[in-house]
């Protein structure tokens, strides 16, 4: 165990990024979050030093890790919505590529080797193999996908040429909220499918969408691999201390390697609720797979990660209790 490394967590005030905070103090960590509070949630930081900064000012970032004395990053500030990257790649390549440059500058000038970096099932495209290891090809089908593996690509270069030592955790579906019910998803607007349910069940929103029946699955919705965020925060702290440890450079899938469909999720809430969900079945989403489902065994062996509340029902459970305890987020009741 390594005890209190000095990190950065860029996105700290994020969905993932507050959680993986909570996680770092819990298991001894200095942590001090860089977040522009585009996406983030102030309220959403608690037992960190906190800057608002955007990772577009260099020059910011890298006085802030030298002041800070910083051993380590964590980067999860970035773009993520599929569909609106479809529309907008320009603002997805500059936020996670041109910005995630910057970081990996800033790095190298204030000298500090070891990234936690946030990437995703999207790098792999449409999957030829289900579950997907990570030597399954890398054929994005989006931009978002398609910038975060540009970053991966660039932190391999870094790696040989600087010696930047990296681990690059590719999520499936985060979903759930803090277990102690401190921290939870809020998302403006909000685009996935659980806290969406969710909002059904609060009666904030009339009816459940369902993105395509006739996929090839066993009900024909969509099927996903759902893991609890305070788990994927977990992998997270694994990943850091491993490199501060003297790990090599990785790359793991963080999911759990079992799937659901749209319809067991909802299925799931209305028990975990009481309430009946209504559903209105629409046209498929662009771009999405029928089936995302993750072979995590690699990070189990090598790092020891061991999910704890990735069953559907906690996930579910977990959320519905963030969701009916705060259903303005982090805004005051
Ligand atoms: N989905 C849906 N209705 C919604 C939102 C999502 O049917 O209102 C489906 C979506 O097509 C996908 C799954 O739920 O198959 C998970 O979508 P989400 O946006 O939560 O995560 P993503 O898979 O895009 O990361």
Redesign the pocket.
């Known amino acids: 165990m390594i005890y209190g490394l000095r990190i950065l967590v860029t996105g700290g005030a994020g969905y993932i990024g507050c959680h993986a905070v909570k996680e770092l103090v819990k298991a001894g960590h200095r942590v001090t979050v860089l977040d522009n509070l585009s996406k983030g949630h102030r309220a959403a930081v608690k037992d960190a030093n906190f800057v608002q900064a955007d990772l577009a000012r260099k020059k910011i970032v890298t006085e802030l890790l030298q002041a800070e004395q910083i051993e380590a990053v964590m980067h999860f500030a970035a773009s993520s919505l599929?569909g609106e990257s479809m529309q907008h790649p320009a603002a997805y390549y500059q936020n996670n590529v041109v910005n995630g440059l910057n970081l990996l500058e800033a790095m190298r000038e204030a000298g500090v080797t070891y990234l936690v970096f946030s990437s995703t099932a999207a790098v792999y495209g449409e999957p030829i193999a289900t579950p997907i290891t990570e030597d399954h090809p890398t054929l994005p089908t989006n931009p978002y996908g398609a910038t975060k593996l540009a970053v991966e690509e660039a932190l391999a270069w870094y790696y040989r040429a600087y010696g930047l030592k990296y681990i690059s955790l590719r999520y499936f579906?985060a979903a759930g909220a803090d277990p102690d019910g401190d921290l939870g998803e809020d998302h403006d607007p909000e685009?996935?499918?659980i806290p969406?349910v969710l909002k059904v069940a609060l009666g904030q929103l009339p009816a459940?969408?369902?993105?395509g029946s006739d996929y090839p699955t066993p009900d024909g919705t969509?099927i996903?691999d759902y893991i609890h965020v305070t788990d994927l925060a977990g992998a997270h702290v694994l990943a850091i201390e491993a490199l501060a440890g003297g790990s090599e450079p990785a790359i793991y899938n963080l999911g759990n390697g079992s799937g659901y469909s749209?319809l067991e999720v909802i299925r799931t809430a209305e028990k975990v609720t009481g309430r009946v969900l209504p559903l209105n079945t629409t046209g498929r989403?662009p771009g999405?797979p029928a089936v995302l489902v993750a072979g995590p065994e690699k990070i189990r062996r090598e790092l020891g990660w061991e999910p704890r509340y990735s069953d559907l029902p906690t996930i579910i459970e977990t959320a519905w209790r963030w969701h009916r305890n705060h259903p303005r987020g982090f805004a005051e009741k």
């Open positions: 599929v579906n685009t996935h499918l969406l459940v969408k369902v993105f969509c996903r749209v989403r999405d």
